[in-house]
């Protein structure tokens, strides 16, 4: 799926969080959002997956404008997204979490949650434990497959890595590269390891707009630290 965005203005009440965000991420490719806390990533994502208003431009999906559809509108037309702090249901067990998600789409079936626990095996054997009682790595890994299981066409993360020990961001890393291609991937990273190894782009975000921008190859250190937080 095509994302297109352009001229893309936000505001809480008076003050403005996005000034005239424009970009592309081609079907199947990956692109990488990096700036510092507060540059506007995690509002850019709400408005993308329309949990938030935008004040001004365009949102479309393969050239549909969906600016101002709502967000069960986008997830049917494929749009999966994945917020920072994971949104899980804690009393649901794992099985329950990953097959409400597949029911929404029309499929929730003992397949659909096996081929989740071939990404992520330890859903396989926390099965059914309570969301809640999962640890930080594994919420993401549920989180992940509540989103995969919609067989979405683009999937919008906000900082899959964070607070993820490295043999855990080493497996989502996996699966993002081996998924990419089949799906488009928007990707909210601090991580720069992380995003350059899964991007095939990257925009950068300073107070609300794009300050730099680039193919993977340019996703250097020297380049981009000044823009990073860490
Ligand atoms: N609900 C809100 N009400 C008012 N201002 C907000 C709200 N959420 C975010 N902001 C402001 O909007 C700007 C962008 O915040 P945003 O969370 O999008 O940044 P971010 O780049 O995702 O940072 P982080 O990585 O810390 O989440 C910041 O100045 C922030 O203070």
Same mark, same amino acid.
């Given at each position: 799926m095509k994302l297109t965005v352009a001229g893309l203005d936000q505001h809480y009440g008076s003050a403005q969080a996005l000034r005239g965000i424009s970009f592309e991420v081609e079907p199947?490719?990956?692109?990488?959002?990096l700036g510092r806390n507060g540059a506007g990533k995690s509002t850019l994502l709400k408005c993308l997956a329309g949990v938030l208003p935008v004040?001004?431009?365009?949102?479309?999906?393969?050239?549909?404008?969906?600016?101002?559809?709502?967000?069960?509108?986008?997830?049917l037309a494929g749009v999966a997204y994945v917020p920072q702090g994971r949104e899980i249901f804690a009393e649901l067990t794992v099985r329950?979490? =990953? *097959?409400?998600?597949?029911?929404?789409?029309?499929?929730?079936? #003992?397949a @659909?949650?096996?081929?989740?626990?071939?990404?992520?095996p330890v859903l396989g054997e926390m099965a059914e434990r309570r969301g809640g009682a999962l640890s930080g790595g594994q919420q993401q890994q549920l989180a992940l497959a509540r989103a995969l299981?919609?067989?979405?066409?683009?999937?919008?993360?906000?900082?899959?890595?964070?607070?993820?020990?490295?043999?855990?961001?080493?497996?989502?890393?996996?699966v993002?590269?081996?998924?990419?291609?089949?799906?488009?991937?928007?990707?909210?990273?601090?991580?720069?390891?992380?995003?350059a190894a899964v991007a095939?782009?990257?925009? =950068? *975000?300073?107070?609300?707009?794009?300050?730099?921008?680039?193919? #993977?190859? @340019?996703?250097?250190r020297e380049r981009l630290s000044r823009f990073m937080s860490v």
């Open positions: 199947g490719q990956c692109l990488a959002v004040t001004r431009g365009r949102i479309a999906l393969d050239g549909v404008d969906v600016t101002r559809a709502a967000n069960h509108r986008r997830s329950e979490n =990953v *097959l409400v998600a597949a029911r929404a789409h029309g499929q929730p079936t #003992q @659909a949650f096996d081929e989740m626990v071939a990404l992520f299981v919609t067989k979405p066409k683009l999937l919008i993360l906000d900082e899959p890595t964070e607070g993820i020990q490295p043999s855990i961001v080493q497996l989502i890393e996996d993002l590269k081996r998924l990419k291609g089949a799906l488009s991937i928007l990707l909210v990273e601090q991580y720069l390891d992380f995003a095939d782009g990257f925009v =950068v *975000l300073s107070r609300g707009q794009v300050v730099d921008e680039g193919p #993977q190859s @340019a996703m250097s």
